[in-house]
């Protein structure tokens, strides 16, 4: 993810955040004014910004300073300016008690706030750091424009004020929400970094005017739905800007897709994640440490395969090991300077790329625009949003915010960073829920009856889809993980120990996912008239968008001719995962996959594209957008570039 998020809490994090967090993340000099600190490391003054700025007397864009920043999550949830109001109160003869709960924001608390910090991808931080001024000023305003909407989108679907007895009721706060944004420009490796730190206030207002407290469990279970939003709108922004678009590029085999800008090297991806490098490195050594550990009894330890949960534990762990210590920040143009010559020398990524690199993702772009159109179907989209969602959920059972979070992740990849219609994710996922999922929610609470919190499973059988199975390893003893994601396994250097490397892993589902969305989507095409009108696969629009790979099938080999049939020229979707999945016996025996059936998906998915072509040729010798669905298609048009004002796009 690109958001994370983490408690303020009232004294250790937040002495944290005020002697390293507001200074660009470098130590503080002790007794150095706030403003002086930050003019010393090269970073500017933090911004205030949310809409609940009014209710305290602060205005948006107004410098943050330690005061404020001491009263508001230091002081257990005080107002900014409560030494001010304290002392006037004191002044017209006021009780020191009476004085000291005027500058109080409803009751003290221990949690005083929660911290965002916002990302984008690789390739645009790239874009920002080896570019030219103008560049950096339109991805900085992208960004910020990205964050403001991320924000109006929490005050607005996300924060809740629990007051009553337990909590039992909840009300939105009407006026909005305080933060405080603080920008910083690199990682700890040194390496460019464009991140901003979000610490967002729980103290919001009631319609009575009474203070109360954000509910901070809200925040956190919406957070890969803030990510999702985060990045998609960060990436329309720049590349409608700047004429750019985005690709799926691979990061993890058998995780989803990354979308990054379209033409920016991988080697420069590789060239900023030297610290990743060495997380990965710690995390192969922890997984064979893991698999291999014995009790005194010569039993295993723990499981003989390493499940995501604890491959997530152990990713922590090795990234608290491997983290190096911070380093003096400099003043950005010094650092942008600095990153071009590393770049130049260590990357790998010749000169004139560096220097012509926002040209040649434009050149990138401009081919893979002409070749996907912008086009979304929400009924389409709604099968793989439900089916993906339905497959990585433990049980099958999730809430609307999970249907959110991947129908903007969908909408990313369908749209290649174009701008998207306003509400066109919520269209997606009430499309979802109406057709594809069932209410399982139990009525036993008052959070059950809130749509938020409502519980909805799949239409289909688990029987249906891809099941979660344990592994059944089949290592080759002589080979070894690749260097870098997407590198096919290389020989095993003499004198290695046999398995070293080969640390089994239950299978991870997104590639499941992907398959069930496919399936579902093809028995809709066969059995009901659900789906009409211009369809589009999504794998086949994926693989548009990258135009080193074809299109069309791939050749058969002759020596394993009589195992697969040759697949139709008008193929509907990629057969490589389904190839893939046939090699893995696993997997294999997970989807209940034999070679018939194989042959019968696949002729399945000809017949299935032979006839959305003819549909599509239909429709397109009626009359323009008469010949749309209005129920099951919207045909989305890119937007003109632009600032967009007001609240974002239906959030």
């Known amino acids: 993810m690109t958001v994370e998020i983490e408690v303020i809490r009232y004294g250790q994090m937040y002495r944290y955040y005020l002697r390293e967090t507001v200074v660009g993340d470098s130590p503080r000099p002790p007794r150095t004014p706030l403003r002086t600190a930050q003019e010393q490391a090269g970073v500017p ?14 205005a948006p864009g107004e410098e943050v300073t330690e005061a404020q920043l001491r009263n508001l999550f230091g002081e257990r949830g005080r107002h900014p300016y409560a030494d001010r109001i304290e002392a006037e109160r004191l002044a017209a003869g006021e009780s020191v008690k009476k004085a000291f709960k005027a500058g109080a924001l409803g009751r003290q608390v221990m949690v005083t706030g929660v911290g965002y910090v916002f990302r984008p991808q690789p390739t645009i931080y790239l874009l920002w750091a080896l570019g030219d001024e103008e560049t950096r000023l339109v991805i900085e305003a992208a960004h910020e424009r990205a964050i403001e909407r991320v924000l109006e989108w929490i005050e607005d679907e996300v924060a809740v004020i629990r007051y009553g007895k337990d909590g039992i009721y909840r009300v939105r706060p009407p006026g909005g929400l305080v933060a405080a944004r603080f920008r910083h420009y690199q990682a700890r490796s040194g390496r460019p970094l464009l991140h901003d730190h979000l610490l967002l206030s729980v103290k919001g207002q009631r319609l009575d005017g009474k203070w109360g407290s954000i509910h901070t469990t809200a925040l956190y279970e919406n957070t890969v739905a803030a990510s999702a939003l985060y990045n998609e709108l960060v990436a329309a922004e720049v590349c409608e800007a700047l004429g750019l678009a985005t690709e799926p590029r691979i990061v993890t085999p058998g995780r989803r897709p990354v979308m990054e800008i379209a033409g920016v090297p991988h080697e420069l991806i590789r060239w900023t994640s030297r610290r990743s490098d060495q997380i990965a490195a710690c995390l192969a050594e922890l997984e064979h440490e893991y698999v291999t ?10 499981l003989p395969v390493v499940s995501e949960r604890a491959r997530a534990k152990m990713n922590q762990i090795a990234a608290r090991k491997t983290r ?8 950005l143009a010094q650092l ?17 790329v560096i220097n012509s690199l926002l040209e040649h993702a434009r050149a990138v772009a401009a081919a893979i625009r002409a ?4 086009v979304v ?44 219609d306003p509400g066109l994710d ?8 109406a057709t ?15 749509a938020g919190y409502r519980l909805y499973t799949a239409r289909w059988a688990l029987s249906d889809l891809p099941a979660r199975r344990p592994p059944t390893p089949a290592s080759d003893p002589d080979r070894q993980p690749p260097a870098d994601p997407g590198e096919p396994a290389v020989l095993r250097p003499p004198g290695q120990d046999t398995g070293e490397w080969e640390i089994p892993r239950i299978p991870l589902q997104y590639e499941r996912a992907v398959l069930a969305g496919a399936v579902v989507r093809e028995e809709l095409r066969t059995t009901t008239t659900v789906v009409r009108g211009r369809a589009y696969d999504v794998v086949t629009h994926q693989q548009a968008a990258m135009p080193e790979q074809p299109l069309g099938p791939e050749p058969v080999d002759p020596e394993h001719d009589d195992q697969e049939r040759e697949a139709g020229p008008r193929e509907a979707i990629d057969m490589t995962a389904l190839r893939a999945l046939r090699k893995s016996r696993t997997d294999v025996e997970a989807l209940d996959l034999t070679a018939d059936r194989l042959h019968h998906l696949q002729d399945a998915f000809t017949k299935a594209a032979d006839n959305s072509r003819a549909r599509s040729d239909r429709h397109a010798a009626q009359a323009g957008a008469d010949a749309v669905h209005p129920d099951d298609q919207q045909a989305h048009r890119p937007q003109e570039p632009g600032p967009h004002r007001g609240r974002e796009a239906g959030h």
Not at 324 to 331: H, S
Not at 426 to 433: E, G, K, L, T
Not at 436 to 450: A, Q
Request: proline share 3%; hydrophobic share 50%; with cysteine.
């Open 293 to 302: 550990a014995v009790d005194d009894d010569g039993e295993p330890r723990f």
């Open 336 to 352: 942008r300077e600095r990153w071009k010559a590393s770049a130049i020398l260590t990357s790998g990524v010749a000169a004139d």
């Open 45 to 58: 003054a933090g911004r205030w910004m949310g809409r609940g700025l009014a209710a305290l007397g602060l």
């Open 426 to 433: 919520d269209q997606v996922v009430a499309a979802a829920i």
């Open 377 to 420: 179907d929400i009924a389409l989209a709604a099968v793989d949003v439900a089916a993906t969602v339905f497959v990585m959920n433990d049980g099958g059972r999730f809430h609307r915010r999970h249907l959110l979070a991947e129908a903007r992740r969908h909408l990313a990849l369908v749209l290649r960073g174009r701008r998207r």
């Open 371 to 374: 070749r996907v159109a912008a």
């Open 436 to 450: 594809h999922c069932l209410d399982i929610t139990e009525l036993k609470t008052v959070r059950g009856l809130e």
């Open 324 to 331: 190096p210590p911070k380093q003096k920040t400099l003043p």
